[in-house]
């Protein structure tokens, strides 16, 4: 029993030198490895499972579309969505894939509420809850085409070519295949959920791109 719990505290201390080299991103040691959550192994979690918290092999949730084997609780809110007098892209709602992350990002649903077990155990912290109102974040929830690129030209083509990530997990294809889903702007066109992707010494954030010059932003916007 006791050297049990000390592999799993070596694995522990190895896990964060991963994560702080900036190594390859991989999920685990990311903010979305639930075998801990702010450093400890939770309650609901103590067999460190890393993948049952947003999927099951088996019984997925097929509620949303687009969702890939879901399992976690999905949300019942409605949002708000971004509007503005310059922006272009019209009929913004809320897509699948933004919708999965809001069933944990918009502070209502429980982390730990998956495998069709309700459970209000413990919700997201404030840093990192969106919340409903997305009015005050980067629009989501439309598509992303030629048509929008025609009526506003400091956007870059869909086709453009795009490089996510880098070294050994780049990943080389255009904006619409790395970047769009369903042809749609959402939470996954910068976030890389599993955290594959992390490049960088400030490789923080789980974003596609490194931070350095705005790499992700100019990706999109010729500015
Ligand atoms: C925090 C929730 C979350 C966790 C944890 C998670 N995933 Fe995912 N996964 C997603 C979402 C959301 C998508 C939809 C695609 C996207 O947003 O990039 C996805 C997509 C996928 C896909 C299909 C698309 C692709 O990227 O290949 C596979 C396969 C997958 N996940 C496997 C896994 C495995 C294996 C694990 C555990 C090691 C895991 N996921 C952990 C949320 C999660
Ligand atoms: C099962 C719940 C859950 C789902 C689903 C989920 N997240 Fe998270 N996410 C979390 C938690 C919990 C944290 C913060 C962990 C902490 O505080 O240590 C987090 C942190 C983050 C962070 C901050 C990363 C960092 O390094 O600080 C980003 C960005 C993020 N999530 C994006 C997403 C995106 C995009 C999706 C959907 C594709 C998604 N999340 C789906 C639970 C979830
Ligand atoms: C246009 C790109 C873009 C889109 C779209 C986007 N994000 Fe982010 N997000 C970022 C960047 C960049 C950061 C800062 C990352 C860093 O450097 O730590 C961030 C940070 C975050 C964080 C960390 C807390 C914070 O506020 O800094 C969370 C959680 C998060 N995003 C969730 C989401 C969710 C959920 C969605 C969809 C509703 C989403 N993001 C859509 C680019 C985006
Ligand atoms: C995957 C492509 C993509 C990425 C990456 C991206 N954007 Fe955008 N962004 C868009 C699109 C498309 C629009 C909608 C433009 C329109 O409809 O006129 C938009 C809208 C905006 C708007 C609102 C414009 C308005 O008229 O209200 C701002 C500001 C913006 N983006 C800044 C950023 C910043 C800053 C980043 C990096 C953190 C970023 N974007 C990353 C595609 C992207």
Request: one cysteine or more.
């Amino acid at each position: 029993m006791k050297i049990n719990i000390a592999v799993k505290c070596m694995l522990a201390v190895l896990m964060m030198f991963a994560a702080r080299a900036g190594v390859a991103g991989t999920l685990a040691g990311s903010a979305h490895d639930f075998s801990r959550v702010n450093g400890v192994v939770p309650a609901w979690n103590l067999d460190q499972k890393v993948c049952v918290v947003c999927h099951t092999p088996h019984n997925s949730n097929t509620s949303v579309s687009d969702a890939p084997l879901w399992n976690h609780t999905v949300t019942a809110s409605s949002f708000q969505m971004y509007t503005s007098p310059t922006l272009q892209a019209t009929g913004l709602s809320i897509g699948g894939n933004s919708k999965l992350c809001l069933s944990c990002h918009d502070g209502t649903v429980a982390i730990d509420s998956f495998g069709g077990t309700p459970t209000t155990t413990q919700t997201i912290s404030s840093a990192n809850n969106i919340g409903a109102d997305l009015r005050n974040d980067h629009p989501i929830g439309f598509t992303y085409d030629t048509n929008l690129v025609s009526k506003n030209p400091s956007l870059r083509d869909p086709g453009t070519a795009v490089t996510i990530g880098a070294g050994t997990s780049s990943k080389v294809g255009t904006i619409a295949s790395n970047m769009l889903f369903a042809g749609k702007m959402e939470c996954s066109s910068c976030h890389d959920v599993h955290n594959t992707f992390t490049v960088g010494s400030n490789g923080s954030g789980m974003v596609k791109m490194a931070a350095a010059g705005s790499s992700l932003c100019v990706a999109c916007h010729n500015k």
